[in-house]
């Protein structure tokens, strides 16, 4: 009997559902082996019964539940509470489902401020009160899904490759655990790299990166040692799985489309902590770690829940 599926969004810009689409071909041979009984990204479900006929939030039993997005708001927690109910395995699915991603950077300020901001403090918008009528209140701030339920599977990227959606489904059909192996992007990146950066700084990540079209990947210099900020070493591996280019060589995908490694797939190991590891990475390569501006956000772009950003505490009045 085909495992029943059921898929949520919440707090997200729908890229993550893209890369359920991508998957391509190999969908069309797990297919068999799925039935899909909700996912509002292709079917017209109501909370409130499949038809809108109920009264309360409903989610299908499903054998394995897929959560992409973070919690924002008090609605999207009801939701993926619902979902561990009626799903036995819960993934979450994408970096924002994972870590926060990119929403989490709010978390720099408190909900005041972003509402001033939003609705008062912008120079494009007419000041008008916060909203309160018909919409679900917000959190305090954008949670990771296992902040707010146990998740038993995790597939970080912005968004993941398609391939790794297959494997952890294929894991999870067959009953087994899926977990991405705690190395980092750089372990799977094939560049040369010679342990000291070529000039004395940092540069602007939009700068043309020297790579040579047709040139053996061994002989293009390290992203990081040619002067760019690259997540890379403090990265999880995971979305070097392209095999058909480069001579069957694996390769990053944002190395492969000659960009540094942002992150998206997060720490590599529960308690790593990115910002202080890549100032040390920097350091290690002798480029000046507080050239990077605005470092906390940066080098927590993608991870922001789970506590690591949060609105820094207010100076005294006259305090320095
Ligand atoms: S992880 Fe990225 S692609 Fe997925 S929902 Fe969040 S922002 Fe979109
Ligand atoms: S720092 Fe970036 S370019 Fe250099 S090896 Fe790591 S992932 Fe590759
Ligand atoms: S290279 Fe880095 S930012 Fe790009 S997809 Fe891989 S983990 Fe994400």
New binding site residues.
């Given amino acids: 009997m085909p495992a029943k599926v059921a898929e949520e969004w919440l707090n997200i810009c729908g890229g993550c559902e893209v890369s359920i689409l991508d998957i391509g071909d190999p969908l069309l041979g797990l297919l068999p082996q799925l039935q899909f009984v909700h996912m509002p990204v292709l079917m017209d479900h109501k909370y409130f019964g499949q038809t809108g006929e109920g009264t309360t939030l409903e989610i299908p039993q499903a054998d394995v539940g897929i959560i992409s997005g973070g919690v924002r708001n008090e609605k999207e927690k009801h939701v993926a509470e619902a979902m561990r109910q009626s799903c036995k395995t819960l993934i979450a699915l994408g970096s924002c489902a994972c870590f926060g991603g990119i929403p989490a950077l709010a978390n720099m300020w408190k909900l005041e401020e972003l509402y001033e901001k939003v609705y008062r403090g912008s120079k494009t918008t007419e000041p008008a009160a916060t909203p309160n009528q018909n919409l679900p209140p917000l959190l305090d701030s954008v949670k990771a899904v296992d902040e707010v339920v146990k998740v038993d599977a995790y597939i970080p990227g912005c968004p993941t490759a398609p391939e790794i959606i297959v494997q952890a489904l294929t894991a999870v059909l067959e009953g087994k655990p899926f977990t991405l192996p705690e190395r980092?992007?750089?372990d799977d990146?094939p560049?040369k790299?010679e342990k000291k950066a070529s000039g004395g700084t940092l540069k602007r990540p939009l700068e043309d990166i020297s790579v040579k079209q047709g040139e053996p990947w061994e002989n293009t210099r390290?992203?990081?040692?040619q002067g760019y900020l690259?997540l890379?070493?403090v990265t999880r591996a995971g979305c070097a799985t392209g095999t058909e280019a480069e001579g069957h060589v694996k390769v990053?995908r944002c190395?492969k489309g000659h960009m540094?490694?942002r992150g998206c797939f997060g720490p590599i190991r529960q308690g790593a902590n990115p910002l202080v590891d890549m100032m040390g990475a920097l350091t290690s390569i002798g480029l000046d770690a507080k050239e990077v501006l605005d470092r906390r956000a940066l080098l927590n772009r993608y991870i922001g829940g789970q506590n690591r950003l949060r609105p820094l505490p207010q100076k005294p009045a006259g305090g320095r």
């Fill in positions: 980092s992007v750089c990146c560049v790299r390290c992203f990081m040692e690259c890379g070493p990053p190395i540094p490694c």
